[in-house]
């Protein structure tokens, strides 16, 4: 049987809901994101872009480039209602639906042919559902398998409806550059371009060597991708309670320094295991156990996503403040509740954006060389200095 699957991307998506809910802001260059002069830009509307501001652009020059710009915080809670629509028009076309972000997602439509008439007409209606029910534009690709799906949904936006065939992938591809296939970036694409190649078709014919000596143990993986191959499933999300670790020491501790220690240590791990899954989470709770086996939970909720190291700890560390501590610590746990998945949202604020590169950085580290590779206070120099780098 023919797989088929669905990618489906919403067009510029905070900026829509902004217009959606304020149509005066129609035909406006309206861009969302960090408000004080050190944010960026989190989505900008396609007339913004005319003026050459797109997302991830610090807010002072898309203030520079397009000063008539209308400026907005943005509304996360506003954002998920309408992402929760959105999903659920998917569920009711699909079984199997794997949201990749707020605005986002892959739906296998493989034999649904006597359901729909054919995976195009199923494409056709999810749009058309989305334009009726939600009243915004989606982004669909249609093709064998989730990379060429991705890649086609990007091709033709907005509004964009695009179909790859199986007999076609390969010609399809074959003059798009090597940075479309997902984790080729710019170090690896010069390092082909070195040897002459700069599109997918000839990366799909390499010499065997030297996609070893670019990509090591991914090598294969690569090949494939050029080929227009990826046999990974699409992965319906069966969502957890919680995620968490706790440890029991060998000695009691006894002051709430070496407590906060091992909660940084514990925030690493959890923040790890987070990401790894894709969840972010909302409600945080410490667990203490006394040297008498009495224990005691706290818990904190936040209004924003809880992914990054930093925001698990501050948030364990401000419950510890409330725990009392006359006798020693046997157990320290720490769990993130209220999980969703996807990227974890921020508006947009440089903080944000510098605490999801230095979660990147160690979840790579972690990734390659185990989780004790950093922990402790030596992590934000380590990766200070792989910033540098
Ligand atoms: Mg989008």
């Known amino acids: 049987m023919v797989r088929w699957i669905m990618h489906v991307d919403m067009d510029a998506f905070f900026a ?18 960090g408000q004080s002069l ?28 397009c000063p008539e710009g209308i400026y907005l915080p943005g509304r996360m809670e506003r954002y998920k209602e309408v992402s929760r629509q959105i999903m659920s028009i998917f569920h009711d076309l699909s079984p199997l639906v794997e949201q990749l972000s707020i605005d986002e997602a892959f739906l296998d439509v493989s034999g649904m042919e006597r359901l729909y008439g054919g995976p195009e007409q199923a494409g056709r209606l999810a749009k058309r559902r989305i334009k009726e029910e939600v009243g915004l534009t989606a982004s669909v690709g249609l093709a064998p398998n989730k990379f060429l799906a991705k890649m086609a949904s990007d091709l033709h936006k907005p509004d964009g409806f695009t179909v790859i065939t199986h007999e076609h992938a ?30 997918i078709g000839q990366l799909s014919v390499a010499d065997a060597g030297v996609l070893r000596r670019i ?3 991914n090598a ?25 670790r706790e440890t029991t020491f060998e000695r009691d501790l006894l002051d709430k320094e070496s407590c906060r220690r091992h909660i940084l240590e514990l925030s690493g791990m959890v923040g790890y295991r987070l990401r790894r899954k894709g969840y972010y989470g909302h409600t945080l709770t410490l667990k203490v156990k006394y040297t008498d086996f009495r224990t005691i939970t706290r818990s904190i909720t936040s209004e924003s996503d809880i992914s990054s190291d930093e925001d698990i700890y501050a948030l364990a560390v401000r419950l510890l403040e409330q725990v009392p501590l006359q006798k020693g610590v046997r157990l320290l746990g720490i769990a993130v509740a209220g999980l969703g998945s996807g990227q974890p949202l921020g508006l947009g604020f440089e903080e ?15 990734a390659r060389f185990g989780e004790q590779i950093i922990f402790l206070g030596a992590f934000s120099l380590i990766v200070i200095e792989l910033e540098a780098c």
Request: glycine share 8%; hydrophobic share 40%.
């Open 16 to 33: 829509a809901v902004e217009v959606l809910d304020n149509p005066a802001l129609r035909g406006l260059p309206v861009i969302v994101g």
């Open 38 to 65: 050190r944010g960026v830009v989190s989505t900008c509307s396609y007339e913004a872009r005319r003026y050459g501001v797109h997302s991830a652009m610090p807010m002072a020059l898309a203030h520079k480039l």
């Open 170 to 199: 390969r010609a399809f591809i074959a003059p798009l550059p090597v940075t479309k296939i997902f984790g080729i970036g710019a170090a690896a694409q010069k390092e082909l371009l070195q040897v002459g190649i700069d599109c």
């Open 215 to 217: 990509f090591g143990k």
């Open 220 to 244: 294969e993986r690569v090949r494939l991708l050029a080929c227009g191959l990826d046999d990974r499933p699409v992965t319906p999300d069966s969502e957890p309670k919680s995620i968490g």
């Open 352 to 366: 944000d954006a510098k605490r999801q590169r230095r979660s990147d950085v160690t979840d790579k580290l972690k």
